[in-house]
């Protein structure tokens, strides 16, 4: 079976431009989560959007949005970007939410932002 | 306070050896806790996760879990090569995922 899928790989952006990150659930995922990683850090929570609906969102700014379409596909957009924005972003998914529906990441997409 | 700790690397061990990583947490409300392995330039992979308190184990991994403490740790057993990556804890609360910074393990061959 195939795994989390995000496109595209790599992608770079110039400050202030808007940036569109796709991502793919394993099939029968219902649950889609993103986060982003900069270098040398872990992780950290960006959304999560379970059934199309976003359940959590964690401490960042208005310019990051997302959705998650019928087919549990999800987007991720950010606006107006910053250099701070360069990281990589990960899509992960599970097959329910809860503590004990563990997260299967993509390969992520490598953001630079000049 | 960071909401997941690990303990400062980088961690080298000779081949064969164990690998000791550590983690705690600072949200008591956490219900579940996560190893990620994340090979540089990767994506974190699972390599295990635990639920209850005391040891998990699986394969050449264990997992300890002490929610009293606040404490869990990874056991990698027989180091390989290929073992040599960054480890990640996370804790699950809340519908997300608190990572810790990562402990990088390099096994000497």
């Known amino acids: 079976d195939a795994g989390v899928t995000q496109s595209p790989t790599h992608l770079i952006k110039t400050r202030g431009q808007h940036v569109t990150l796709r991502c793919s659930p394993i099939?029968?995922?219902?649950?889609v989560s993103w986060y982003q990683q900069v270098l040398g850090q872990g992780p950290q929570f960006i959304f999560q959007?379970?059934?199309?609906?976003?359940?959590g969102r964690g401490n960042f700014p208005d310019r990051f949005s997302a959705r998650q379409f019928p087919n549990y596909s999800s987007e991720l957009n950010v606006n107006a970007l910053l250099l701070g924005d360069s990281a990589l972003y990960l899509c992960?998914?599970?097959?329910?939410?809860?503590?004990?529906?563990?997260?299967?990441f993509g390969n992520g997409t490598r953001l630079t932002v000049t | 306070q960071k909401e997941v700790e690990q303990n400062s690397g980088p961690l080298s061990v000779p081949e064969g050896a164990i690998a000791s990583l550590n983690c705690t947490y600072s949200?008591?409300?956490?219900?579940?806790f996560f190893w990620y392995r994340q090979y540089s330039g990767k994506s974190p992979e699972l390599i295990m996760s635990?639920?209850?308190?005391g040891d998990k184990e699986d394969g050449r991994f264990t997992a300890q879990l002490n929610k009293a403490s606040q404490y869990v740790s990874l056991l990698i057993r027989d180091s390989q090569p290929s073992d040599s990556a960054t480890y990640l804890c996370?804790?699950?609360?809340?519908?997300?995922?608190?990572f810790g910074a990562g402990t990088t393990v390099t096994v000497r061959a």
């Open positions: 992960a998914s599970s097959s329910r939410t809860g503590y004990n529906s563990p997260l299967h």
């Open positions: 099939s029968g995922h219902k649950s």
């Open positions: 959007y379970y059934e199309k609906e976003e359940r």
């Open positions: 949200d008591r409300g956490s219900q579940s």
């Open positions: 635990i639920y209850s308190n």
């Open positions: 996370a804790a699950y609360n809340d519908y997300k995922l608190s």
